[in-house]
């Protein structure tokens, strides 16, 4: 260390070692006056700020190579013979928040500076120091790629060291650290120390700037510590959703929305016990980890939390109400091995307590994991039909007993071709509708009942007057382009559309009544015919059989099962035939299965059936060659 301060053994070099510490620190001062002195206190400033203590932190190790031709004897950071110019960079290191380290790797030992101590909450500690001192604080999943990273730097694989890790500071809490250093050997060689500084970047990896709350980021390691704990106290993740933000918000300019979710952000945090964590998350959600001993525990606070969404959230002066939906998972951190996967878990219960409604809270359960697994495969299975013609038209007899039993219509019923085989609606539909798929489907099942419409041997065997029936649903009704999509569909296969009749639910229409209902009178209006399907089941209204516009009421197979030992029940469809029937509707019973169904149903007025007493849903190709005009009763 002696031979160091002895300028006289290198007295060249030293001038130049002084000459260009010089014009460095010069340069770095005036660089420092121009953007740090100005004491801008504006968000613009402090990014100024920020990109300042940045870039003088590169600096200074550019500058590390420079300021040592030589080996640095070891400590010198620490004090010692260290030069006055030297000290001064030091100093000029400890102004911009960075620790500084100095790592002599024959006896793996280490200096740090006092602001490194500082930075972490530690009380200071004079060196030499063990390696340990610093390693055994780096969090236990990226002690080994800092050290990789070393390894690399020093192996000539990487032209610098940098590296971030996380590092547990005096309070028990992980900051985020980006490390950088240069070693003595980069021309040379494998060098004997590295020296380099930390600086800490917890904030700009673990906050979220448009709240000011913690990240996803955030979320991840505070479950990581969690699980790492094997504690028995039962723990809640909640994800919560902001279910109208999108659509209310995307008006405000962008600071205006961060206003307002950082006023939204401290009245959460209000109502929250305090030992609870709250982030946020993409797309207007928020994330929490709350300790409750009992779900009614959970109850109240969620109660509490939920009373903020009772009021108007102002943004830019502007009162705006916003829905929540909130998905929770009940956990105990001894038996979570996998943080991704409990994430996943809150958020399929967040994505069925959006689908449920405003306000809802969704329990994450297994029955929900195996629904959704169904969903998804049944969209794949959706998509995998669309794209290679996989969506069958199967037809299913509508028979008018009044006419001796001869095959007036049939109804149109989709299936889907998969690798599994044939399979029917309950394995698709409801997917089909959540992801309107449903439309696409749709339309490839009308054309083929518009094809059958127009098939030359189907209008030899059956008439040139017997009509098609095609379920619409809730998603169909709403669309602007059904009914001319329809119309030149029907006009390129120069089909009549009195001959096509489409079928729709009491809940399809009521789920937007008003555009249905346009809907509807618009198709009749063209001449397409409209039936009211499955009436007589769930909340069915009698008055929907005078306001709506229809053509046929097809009774539900609930009207007619155990009716020939049913007394009521015949009184019913018998008053409900004659209802439709004096109300202008051709009346369909379905679920007609076996003969004495079949004979009740004749004897009280039913003109026209639909059921397995015929013939279940068949393939188009395989309909001619099995079912004649006047097909034979499976009595």
Same mark, same amino acid.
């Given at each position: 260390?002696?031979?160091?301060?002895?300028?006289?053994?290198?007295?060249?070099?030293?001038?130049?070692?002084?000459?260009?510490?010089?014009?460095?620190?010069?340069?770095?001062?005036?660089?420092?006056?121009?953007?740090?002195?100005?004491?801008?206190?504006?968000?613009? #400033?402090?990014?100024?700020?920020?990109?300042?203590?940045?870039?003088?932190?590169?600096?200074?190790?550019?500058?590390?190579?420079?300021?040592?031709?030589?080996?640095?004897?070891?400590?010198?950071?620490?004090? #010692?013979?260290?030069?006055?110019?030297?000290?001064? *960079?030091?100093? %000029?290191? =400890?102004?911009?928040?960075?620790?500084?380290?100095?790592?002599?790797?024959?006896?793996?030992?280490?200096?740090?500076?006092?602001?490194?101590?500082?930075?972490?909450?530690?009380?200071?500690?004079?060196?030499?120091?063990?390696?340990?001192?610093?390693?055994?604080?780096?969090?236990?999943?990226?002690?080994?790629?800092?050290?990789?990273?070393?390894?690399?730097?020093?192996?000539?694989?990487?032209?610098?060291?940098?590296?971030?890790?996380?590092?547990?500071?005096?309070?028990?809490?992980?900051?985020?650290?980006?490390?950088?250093?240069?070693?003595?050997?980069?021309?040379?060689?494998? #060098?004997?120390?590295? !020296?380099?500084?930390?600086?800490?970047?917890?904030?700009?990896?673990?906050?979220?700037?448009?709240?000011?709350?913690?990240?996803?980021?955030?979320?991840?390691?505070?479950?990581?510590?969690?699980?790492?704990?094997?504690?028995?106290?039962?723990?809640?993740?909640?994800?919560?959703?902001?279910?109208?933000?999108?659509?209310?918000?995307?008006?405000?300019?962008?600071?205006?929305?961060?206003?307002?979710?950082?006023?939204?952000?401290?009245?959460?945090?209000?109502?929250?016990?305090?030992?609870?964590?709250?982030?946020?998350?993409?797309?207007?959600?928020?994330?929490?980890?709350?300790?409750?001993?009992?779900?009614?525990?959970?109850?109240?606070?969620?109660?509490?939390?939920?009373?903020?969404? @009772?009021?108007? !959230?102002?943004?830019?002066?502007?009162?705006?109400?916003?829905?929540?939906?909130?998905?929770?998972?009940?956990?105990?951190?001894?038996?979570?091995?996998?943080?991704?996967?409990?994430?996943?878990?809150?958020?399929?219960?967040?994505?069925?307590?959006?689908?449920?409604?405003?306000?809802?809270?969704?329990?994450?359960? =297994?029955?929900?994991? &195996?629904?959704?697994?169904?969903?998804?495969?049944?969209?794949?299975?959706?998509?995998?039909?669309?794209?290679?013609?996989?969506?069958?038209?199967?037809?299913?007899?509508?028979?008018?007993?009044?006419?001796?039993?001869?095959?007036?219509?049939?109804?149109?019923?989709?299936?889907?071709?998969?690798?599994?085989?044939?399979?029917?609606?309950?394995?698709?539909? &409801?997917?089909?509708?959540?992801?309107?798929?449903?439309?696409?489907?749709?339309?490839?099942?009308?054309?083929?009942?518009?094809?059958?419409?127009?098939?030359?041997?189907?209008?030899?065997?059956?008439?040139?007057?017997?009509?098609?029936?095609?379920?619409?649903?809730?998603?169909?009704?709403?669309?602007?382009?059904?009914?001319?999509?329809?119309?030149?569909?029907?006009?390129?296969?120069? !089909?009549?559309?009195?001959?096509?009749?489409?079928?729709?639910?009491?809940?399809?229409?009521?789920?937007?009544?008003?555009?249905?209902?346009?809907?509807?009178?618009?198709?009749?209006?063209?001449?397409?015919?409209?039936?009211?399907?499955?009436?007589?089941?769930?909340?069915?209204?009698?008055?929907?059989?005078?306001?709506?516009?229809? =053509?046929?009421?097809?009774?539900?197979?609930?009207?007619?099962?155990?009716?020939? @030992?049913?007394?009521?029940?015949?009184?019913? *469809?018998?008053?409900?035939?004659?209802?439709?029937?004096?109300?202008?509707?051709?009346?369909? %019973?379905?679920?007609?299965?076996?003969?004495? !169904?079949?004979?009740?149903?004749?004897?009280?007025?039913?003109?026209?059936?639909?059921?397995?007493?015929?013939?279940?849903?068949?393939?188009?190709?395989? %309909?001619?060659?099995?079912?004649?005009?006047?097909?034979?009763?499976?009595?």
């Amino acid at each position: 260390m002696a031979d160091m301060c002895t300028p006289e053994s290198n007295g060249e070099e030293k001038s130049r070692e002084i000459e260009i510490l010089d014009q460095a620190i010069g340069t770095l001062d005036a660089w420092v006056r121009n953007r740090v002195g100005t004491n801008d206190l504006t968000l613009d #400033g402090q990014r100024a700020e920020s990109e300042c203590v940045a870039r003088l932190a590169v600096l200074c190790n550019a500058l590390y190579p420079q300021v040592t031709p030589s080996p640095m004897p070891f400590g010198a950071l620490s004090g #010692g013979c260290f030069s006055e110019h030297t000290l001064l *960079l030091g100093g %000029v290191l =400890d102004g911009t928040t960075d620790g500084i380290w100095e790592w002599r790797l024959d006896t793996d030992q280490l200096c740090l500076s006092s602001r490194w101590f500082s930075m972490l909450g530690l009380k200071e500690e004079h060196g030499p120091l063990p390696s340990s001192v610093w390693l055994d604080r780096v969090h236990p999943d990226d002690q080994a790629m800092l050290r990789e990273a070393v390894e690399r730097y020093l192996n000539s694989i990487d032209s610098s060291l940098a590296v971030e890790y996380r590092i547990k500071d005096a309070f028990g809490t992980w900051r985020m650290m980006a490390c950088r250093g240069v070693s003595d050997g980069q021309t040379s060689g494998r #060098g004997r120390w590295l !020296v380099g500084t930390q600086t800490d970047i917890t904030d700009q990896r673990f906050c979220d700037r448009a709240t000011g709350l913690g990240n996803a980021e955030l979320l991840n390691q505070h479950l990581d510590d969690i699980c790492r704990s094997n504690s028995d106290q039962p723990l809640y993740l909640i994800k919560l959703a902001l279910s109208n933000a999108e659509d209310v918000l995307d008006a405000f300019p962008p600071h205006h929305i961060e206003g307002g979710l950082r006023r939204l952000s401290r009245v959460m945090r209000c109502r929250l016990p305090p030992d609870t964590s709250l982030v946020a998350l993409p797309n207007y959600q928020f994330g929490l980890v709350v300790e409750a001993d009992s779900r009614a525990t959970l109850s109240d606070i969620m109660d509490r939390l939920e009373a903020v969404f @009772s009021e108007p !959230v102002i943004f830019d002066e502007t009162g705006v109400w916003l829905s929540h939906a909130m998905g929770i998972v009940e956990f105990h951190p001894g038996q979570v091995t996998n943080v991704p996967q409990l994430l996943m878990q809150a958020r399929l219960a967040l994505q069925h307590a959006v689908r449920t409604g405003v306000g809802s809270r969704c329990f994450y359960t =297994d029955a929900l994991a &195996e629904l959704t697994r169904h969903a998804g495969a049944g969209e794949q299975m959706i998509r995998e039909a669309l794209a290679h013609n996989g969506v069958r038209c199967f037809l299913q007899p509508i028979v008018s007993l009044s006419e001796g039993g001869r095959i007036v219509g049939f109804e149109a019923l989709m299936r889907l071709q998969t690798e599994f085989g044939i399979i029917g609606p309950e394995y698709f539909i &409801e997917v089909a509708e959540r992801t309107a798929l449903i439309h696409p489907l749709s339309r490839h099942l009308l054309e083929q009942a518009i094809d059958v419409l127009a098939d030359p041997r189907f209008n030899t065997v059956y008439g040139s007057e017997f009509t098609v029936n095609v379920n619409l649903s809730s998603k169909q009704l709403l669309d602007a382009t059904l009914v001319e999509w329809l119309m030149s569909a029907l006009a390129r296969r120069n !089909v009549a559309p009195t001959r096509l009749q489409v079928e729709v639910t009491e809940s399809s229409v009521l789920a937007e009544p008003q555009t249905a209902r346009l809907t509807l009178e618009a198709l009749r209006a063209r001449g397409i015919s409209i039936a009211l399907d499955d009436f007589g089941t769930g909340y069915s209204s009698l008055a929907q059989l005078c306001d709506l516009p229809l =053509d046929t009421v097809k009774l539900d197979r609930c009207l007619v099962m155990h009716i020939e @030992s049913d007394a009521r029940k015949r009184h019913v *469809l018998v008053s409900m035939i004659e209802l439709c029937k004096r109300l202008g509707y051709r009346v369909v %019973v379905e679920g007609v299965e076996d003969f004495p !169904v079949l004979r009740t149903v004749r004897a009280l007025g039913g003109d026209s059936i639909q059921g397995f007493i015929y013939a279940r849903p068949l393939p188009v190709g395989r %309909v001619i060659e099995e079912l004649p005009l006047f097909p034979v009763m499976k009595a």
